[in-house]
């Protein structure tokens, strides 16, 4: 049983810094796309970034590319989010995620999702 479990979501003032975390279990994920996305009231969840479990490739949705860095930790099976210069335009339920195979931006595609964590952010 695939479990992913989010962390370290908060209240931070613009400009300012948060990590997230999220922890997977219940298999090796060799060949995995842990990806993260967002979502805020009535409106589609949004791809931030995704990493290769593999090779550790990244990949960055435009609007964070700069200020957002995805990192994995293998040996703790833990995938992190760096938010930097955060905006009250991130502010959103965040989650992470996972697919096996290839990189992609849209939701639907990806088979197991954690529970999210809240980032709020004030102006």
């Known amino acids: 049983q695939v479990q992913l479990v989010e962390s370290g979501g908060g209240l931070v003032q613009a400009g300012g810094s948060l990590r997230l975390s999220c922890a997977a279990s219940?298999?090796?994920?060799?060949?995995?796309?842990m990806a993260w996305f967002r979502q805020t009231p009535g409106k589609e969840r949004e791809f931030v970034g995704a990493?290769?479990?593999?090779?550790?490739?990244?990949y960055y949705a435009d609007s964070v590319k700069g200020r957002f860095t995805i990192s994995r930790d293998i040996a703790k099976n833990t995938v992190y989010l760096q938010m930097n210069s955060l905006k009250p335009e991130d502010t959103a339920v965040y989650l992470c995620?996972?697919?096996?195979?290839?990189?992609?931006?849209?939701?639907?595609?990806?088979?197991?999702w954690g529970q999210g964590t809240q980032v709020t952010v004030s102006s």
């Open positions: 219940g298999r090796t994920f060799s060949g995995y796309i």
């Open positions: 995620a996972i697919r096996r195979g290839s990189i992609t931006y849209y939701y639907t595609d990806y088979d197991y």
């Open positions: 990493i290769s479990w593999s090779g550790g490739r990244t």
